[in-house]
C-alpha cells in the first residue's frame, strides 16, 4: 500500500516537475529570444516531442524486469540532467544566438538542447508507474487513470504555484535547484522503499 | 441563474464596447493582431489607439486631430526632455512605437537624426501608418522583432545611439525582460559616451522601488520626472548627469522648437529631480528574478 501511494507521489512530482520546468524555460530564453507567442510555441514543441518520447521509452522499458527502484533513478537522472540546465544555459543560449538569427528556430534550438532529455526522461516515469502499479488486466484501466490523474493534477499544481508564487519569491535557479533537491529526496526514499521484500516486482 | 447573470454582464460590456460608451465616440478601425486587439477611435477633437485588455481600454497614443503637432499625453512631453540633456542626438533608437508619435516629432526636431524604432507587433506598425501618418523612410527605420533581441544583436554588431528611448510599456502590461538589470546593461553598452537615456514607466505600484533600484543599478543617479504619481520618466546619460543650470540652458535654446508640441521650458524643467523617493532596500530585478507584472499588480 506505502508503495502504491509513493508509484502515485512520483508520477504526480513529476507532473509538477515537467510544468514548472516548461513555464521557466520561457524565462530562461526570453532574454535571446524574447516572449513571442513563437517562443512559446518552440517551447510547447519541445516539451511535447520529448514527453511523447518518453511516454514510449519508459513503456518499452517497463518490459525488463521493472521495480520501484529502477523507477526512482529515472527521477534522479531527470533531476541530474536538470540540474545542468543551469550552468549550461547561458552558453548554450549564446552559442544558439549567435548562429541562428530567426528567434523562432532559435527558440526551438535552444529549447531542444536545454530541455528534451530532462523532459524525455520525465516522460518515462508515467507509463513505468502504470507496469509497477498493475498486477492484473481487470484493474489496468483503473490504475491507468488514477495514475493519469495524479500526473495532470500535479502537472496543474505546478504551473500555478511556479508562475503565481515561486517567481515571485525565487530566483529561476533557486528554483530549479528546489525541484531537483525534492526530486534527489522523493527518487532517494524510493530506493529506500525498494529495498523491502514486498516491494513491487 | 448564475450562468444568465453572467451572459447579461457580458452582453451588456460588449454592447457599451461596440457602441458608444461616451457621448462623442467614434470607432474607426479595429485590428487583431498575435499580441492584442488594437482599436482607433476619435472623441474629443483626438484620434486614439488603444490596446484592449479584459473589457478595458488602454490609450496607447492619442494625437490632437485639430493641431497634429502637439502632444496629447504628457509623458511624450517628459519624454522630450532627453532633448534637454543632448539637444542633437546624431542615432536615435526608440523601443515600442505606439502610434508613432515621438519618432515623428523627433525626426521634425532633430532633422538630421537617424531613427531606428523596434516594434514586436506588425499591427501596430500597419495602424501606425494608416491611420496616425508615421511615416518610416531610409531615417527612419522600423524593426518588427523583440526589443531584446534587437539590443542584443546591435550591441554584438557593435552599433552605438546617441540617445535610446525606452517606451515599450503601459500601466497595465510589462514585458517582463526588458525591465530587468541585464537588459539595461544591454542597453547601456549600446549608448555612446556620451549617449541619454529616457525611459516612460508608469509604475505607481510598489514595482516602483524595484525599478528605480534596478535602473539606479545600471545608470547610477538619474532624472526622475514624476507627474500625478501615474506618469514617471527617466532620464540618464553616460558621462554623468548635467546641472540643472544645464537643463536650463538648452531648455532656453530649444523653446520655440517645442512650442508647436505644446509644452515649453517652464512646464517641463520643474519636474526634473535626483530626489530618492523610493526604498533602496527593494530587490533589483534581473533575468533571474522578474516578477514584474506581479510587483505592479494591486495584491
Redesign the interface.
Known amino acids: 500500500m506505502v508503495h502504491r501511494l509513493f508509484i502515485f507521489l512520483i508520477a504526480g512530482w513529476s507532473g509538477f516537475f515537467v510544468m514548472a520546468i516548461e513555464l521557466l524555460s520561457g ?1 530562461i530564453l ?8 513563437y517562443v512559446w510555441g518552440g517551447i510547447i514543441t519541445v516539451f511535447m516531442l520529448a514527453l511523447s518520447v518518453g511516454y514510449l521509452l519508459g513503456g518499452r522499458l517497463s518490459l525488463y524486469d521493472p521495480t520501484l527502484r529502477r523507477l526512482a533513478l529515472l527521477l534522479i537522472g531527470g533531476a541530474f540532467a536538470t540540474v545542468l540546465v543551469i550552468f549550461l544555459a547561458d552558453p548554450v543560449l549564446d552559442w544558439v ?2 548562429r541562428v538569427q530567426d ?1 523562432r528556430y532559435g527558440s526551438l534550438l535552444s529549447a531542444t538542447l536545454l530541455f528534451f532529455i530532462p523532459t524525455t526522461v520525465a516522460g518515462m516515469i508515467s507509463p513505468y508507474a502504470v507496469r509497477l502499479l498493475v498486477n492484473e488486466s481487470r484493474l489496468s484501466g483503473h490504475f491507468a487513470g488514477l495514475l493519469y490523474f495524479c500526473s495532470t493534477f500535479g502537472s496543474a499544481a505546478g504551473t500555478l504555484l511556479t508562475s ?1 508564487y515561486l ?2 519569491y ?4 533557486q528554483i530549479l535547484a528546489g525541484l531537483t533537491g525534492i526530486s534527489l529526496l522523493l527518487g532517494l526514499a524510493a530506493i529506500f522503499l525498494g529495498n523491502f521484500k514486498n516491494a513491487p516486482r | 441563474m448564475r450562468q444568465g447573470n453572467r451572459l447579461k454582464t457580458l452582453l451588456a460590456l460588449f454592447a457599451s464596447f461596440v457602441t458608444t460608451p461616451s457621448v462623442a465616440m467614434t470607432l474607426i478601425h479595429t485590428e487583431k493582431s498575435l499580441y492584442r486587439n488594437i482599436v482607433v477611435y476619435e472623441e474629443d477633437e483626438q484620434r486614439c489607439m488603444s490596446f484592449t485588455r479584459h473589457n478595458q481600454t488602454a490609450r496607447q497614443t492619442c494625437r490632437s486631430l485639430s493641431d497634429p503637432n502637439q502632444f496629447v499625453f504628457s509623458y511624450t512631453k517628459m519624454m522630450m526632455g532627453a532633448l534637454y540633456l543632448n539637444p542633437n542626438p546624431g542615432k536615435i533608437l526608440i523601443v515600442g512605437l505606439g502610434g508613432g508619435v515621438l519618432p515623428m516629432a523627433l525626426a521634425e526636431l532633430v532633422p538630421d537624426a537617424g531613427i531606428d524604432i523596434v516594434e514586436i507587433d506588425p499591427a501596430v506598425v500597419k495602424v501606425a501608418r494608416q491611420f496616425f501618418g508615421f511615416n518610416p523612410n531610409p531615417k527612419i527605420r522600423v524593426f518588427e522583432e523583440d526589443g531584446r533581441v534587437f539590443v542584443k544583436r546591435a550591441g554584438k554588431a557593435d552599433q552605438r545611439y546617441d540617445l535610446i528611448m525606452l517606451d515599450a510599456f503601459d500601466h497595465e502590461y510589462i514585458p517582463e525582460h526588458l525591465l530587468t538589470r541585464e537588459f539595461l546593461l544591454e542597453v547601456k553598452a549600446l549608448l555612446a559616451a556620451d549617449g541619454i537615456l529616457a525611459a516612460n514607466t508608469f509604475s505607481s505600484s510598489r514595482l516602483y522601488h524595484h525599478e528605480s533600484t534596478t535602473y539606479q543599478s545600471v545608470f547610477g543617479v538619474f532624472y526622475n520626472l514624476r507627474l500625478k504619481l501615474k506618469n514617471r520618466v527617466i532620464l540618464a546619460k553616460m558621462d554623468g548627469l548635467p546641472s540643472l543650470d544645464a537643463i536650463q540652458r538648452n531648455a532656453g535654446l530649444l523653446e520655440e522648437k517645442l512650442k508647436p508640441l505644446g509644452f515649453g521650458g517652464d512646464w517641463l524643467v520643474p519636474l526634473f529631480s535626483t530626489e530618492r523617493d523610493w526604498n533602496p532596500d527593494a530587490r533589483i530585478l534581473t533575468d533571474q528574478y522578474s516578477p514584474s507584472n506581479l510587483l505592479n499588480s494591486a495584491f
Open positions: 524565462r526570453a532574454p535571446n529570444f524574447g516572449n513571442s507567442i544566438f549567435d528567434p503565481f517567481v515571485l525565487f530566483e529561476i535557479h
